[in-house]
């Protein structure tokens, strides 16, 4: 069965500095990957998707990612945060089916943005 | 955001009443599901459809039951409320082989 895990519930860093959340995943195949960002109160924004080709994939927020298969990783990179990327973080993995696509998520990485 | 309306945003219910979640999209997507959002948990699948009065279950469908009589509407039933169900509740909608649109969620809390 796919399983997602999001090591870090927490994260914190200052404004300005670079980031990266972590994603381990569990699937038989080529896995279809995901970053949905959560502000408070607010449903779920794609930040990227990664389906095939080149693994490391750019995203909207200046986000980018980079899948590796002998990792079963997929982990999400900022350069330079900013206060406004506060919010929680979720990795996904879809299975496609003929009847439908199952996303399965981590827990989440909640992210503070410390000044 | 993608066209998802969620109704209601906010319900206070008392354990043991029917309780009914409703969805609307004007994406004419195929595929709708149900999530649910617990601390620690992530968002775990309740039910989804792929085709009018087609559903099937998630990995945590028990206490809900599901219909979808047009393709813009997908409804989540609680029969007897239980406060194991007061959670956070989202629609999601796509396309085959393509990433989830989420709704804005429903808070529902039973007391």
């Known amino acids: 069965a796919q399983s997602v895990t999001q090591p870090d519930i927490h994260i914190t860093v200052s404004e300005g500095a670079s980031l990266e959340l972590r994603c381990n995943y569990s699937?038989?195949?080529?896995?279809?990957l995901f970053w949905y960002v959560q502000s408070p109160g607010q449903g779920l924004q794609l930040l990227l998707k990664y389906f095939s080709g080149d693994t490391l994939v750019q995203g909207i927020k200046g986000f980018e990612a980079e899948f590796k298969r002998s990792q079963s990783s997929f982990n999400l990179r900022k350069p330079s945060v900013h206060w406004s990327d506060a919010a929680e973080y979720f990795c996904?993995?879809?299975?496609?089916?003929?009847?439908?696509?199952?996303?399965?998520f981590g827990a989440g990485t909640i992210l503070r943005v410390k000044s | 955001d993608a066209g998802i309306t969620q109704s209601p945003r906010h319900k206070v219910t008392e354990t043991g009443t029917p309780v009914t979640l409703r969805c609307h999209q004007t994406?004419?997507?195929?595929?709708m599901y149900w999530y649910r959002q617990d601390p620690g948990h992530g968002l775990r699948l309740i039910h989804y459809s792929y085709g009018v009065k087609d559903t099937d279950k998630g990995e945590v469908s028990d206490g809900y039951s599901v219909s979808r009589s047009k393709t813009e509407d997908f409804l989540l039933t609680l029969e007897s409320a239980t406060s194991s169900q007061t959670s956070v509740y989202f629609c999601a909608i796509s396309e085959s082989r393509s990433e989830a649109f989420f709704g804005q969620g429903t808070r529902l809390t039973v007391v």
């Open positions: 699937y038989g195949a080529t896995p279809y």
């Open positions: 994406e004419n997507h195929r595929y």
């Open positions: 996904a993995v879809g299975h496609f089916m003929e009847y439908g696509n199952k996303l399965v």
